[in-house]
């Protein structure tokens, strides 16, 4: 997961899929994250810890391409190679019903806004529409395309659905006729592997093997300004943010990038990932970013950099080690290197005032308080995760936590320690 403003990595990547990742999903509340993988699975992950939540959700037999979250977050639906569309139960991970049969592979997968209908695409030039309740599938007459679809999505309306298609354009559908909108979209010069409507509808965005990315006006089918460069091979996977100012994508050169919606302009390369992203999204309120690669992993990025904090850096007098923002509003964990060799762990806010008392890392492993009591002792097997060398620049990337649920705390440290459980 990715800070969508500073391109800060949030935590570690999740792991847990045994091959790449094909689709990424935030769940509506921000609070999970669904995967679809080539390991034939689908996973579900605390967005806030980077744990996988329950057990993979077996039941295709080849390679996850698409999920989604449902508008309610009540379900995910997953497409895949086997031919099926599968419904979830978001919080059991049951299956709902048998598979929805399809043609070929399916390529995309998408909820309606309104959670009633699921639309996806097959590599067999077909558009389908199902009743996301009944399973069935919905008769309306999408005209056949020539060549193949790579990806679809709703308009935020529902009214209507945009698809990416092998032939280098887009076309936009009348979600309750069938009928083609309008004339193809063209400007790129090879295939549309992604597309995506913005927050109000206005606009679609779409990404494709030409390595570029296009922004269109949904009315007239105009492109808007030229097209978005910066990517070193094709991109496969784009968004909107959900206030519409910015969009991200994802690419086979191994990064995200984030772009001015309205400029066109590169906001920011996230760099990371060691294989192709297939996958990106925005998170609901729009501050964090995940991907998906086909390194096996899924990537957090760390929460935003505001104006506290770059005021905060320029008021040290000591040389900072590291530092991370915490729960409470507008506070700092800062972490100093002393010029004596030991360390001072305060917290402080937002006009760099310390709150309360600092904490003193030695050498020998104690924590000590204000006044020289030790009040914690880190073994020597943990002190190269603790200490660096004097003048070493480190950004925690992960959401610091002590868990002190075993702790005991006394004057007889010798007693401390229990053999039983292994803990001190």
């Not at 679809?152 to 092998?166: C, K």
């Amino acid at each position: 997961i990715w800070d969508a403003q500073t391109g800060a990595q949030v935590g570690n990547p999740l792991q847990g899929h045994t091959n790449s990742v094909k689709s990424v999903a935030f769940s509506p509340d921000g609070k999970h994250i669904g995967s679809g993988s080539e390991d034939h699975t689908v996973c579900i992950w605390d967005a806030h810890t980077g744990a996988q939540v329950g057990n993979p959700l077996q039941g295709h037999t080849l390679p996850v391409n698409s999920v989604e979250f449902s508008p309610d977050g009540k379900h995910i639906v997953s497409g895949s190679d086997d031919h099926t569309i599968c419904i979830w139960d978001a919080q059991t991970g049951a299956q709902m019903g048998n598979p929805l049969q399809g043609h070929t592979s399916v390529n995309s997968v998408a909820f309606s806004p309104d959670g009633r209908h699921i639309v996806s695409d097959y590599s067999y030039h077909t558009i389908c529409i199902w009743d996301a309740q009944t399973g069935a599938k919905v008769d309306i007459p999408l005209q056949k395309h020539i060549d193949p679809v790579l990806s679809v999505a709703f308009s935020p309306d529902g009214r209507h659905i945009v698809s990416g298609l092998s032939d280098h354009t887009i076309c936009i559908w009348d979600s309750q006729t069938g009928a083609q909108v309008g004339n193809p979209l063209k400007g790129h010069t090879s295939r549309v592997n992604s597309v995506a409507f913005s927050p109000d509808g206005k606009h679609i965005v779409s990404g494709s093997l030409d390595h570029t990315i296009c922004i269109w006006d949904a009315q007239t089918g105009t492109i808007v300004g030229n097209p978005l460069q910066g990517h070193t091979d094709q991109v496969w996977s784009i968004a909107f943010s959900p206030d519409g100012r910015h969009i991200v994508s994802g690419s086979k050169d191994h990064t995200v990038c984030i772009w001015d919606a309205q400029t066109g302009a590169q906001v920011d390369i996230l760099q990371g990932h060691t294989s192709s992203v297939n996958s990106v999204t925005f998170s609901p309120d729009g501050r964090h970013i995940v991907s998906g690669s086909d390194d096996h992993n899924i990537q957090i990025w760390q929460a935003e950099r505001n104006v506290e904090v770059n005021h905060y850096l320029r008021e040290h007098t000591q040389h900072l080690v590291a530092f991370q923002p915490i729960n409470t509003p507008s506070s700092i964990l800062s972490c100093i290197h002393n010029a004596d060799g030991t360390a001072t762990i305060s917290i402080v806010d937002k006009d760099c005032q310390v709150l309360g008392h600092g904490l003193y890392l030695k050498k020998n492993g104690w924590i000590i308080g204000q006044n020289g009591e030790l009040l914690l002792w880190v073994p020597p097997s943990y002190h190269p995760f603790t200490w660096y060398t004097p003048w070493t620049n480190l950004i925690i990337s992960c959401h610091p936590k002590l868990d002190l649920c075993r702790m005991t705390h006394g004057s007889a440290w010798a007693e401390c320690f229990s053999s039983s459980t292994r803990h001190s």
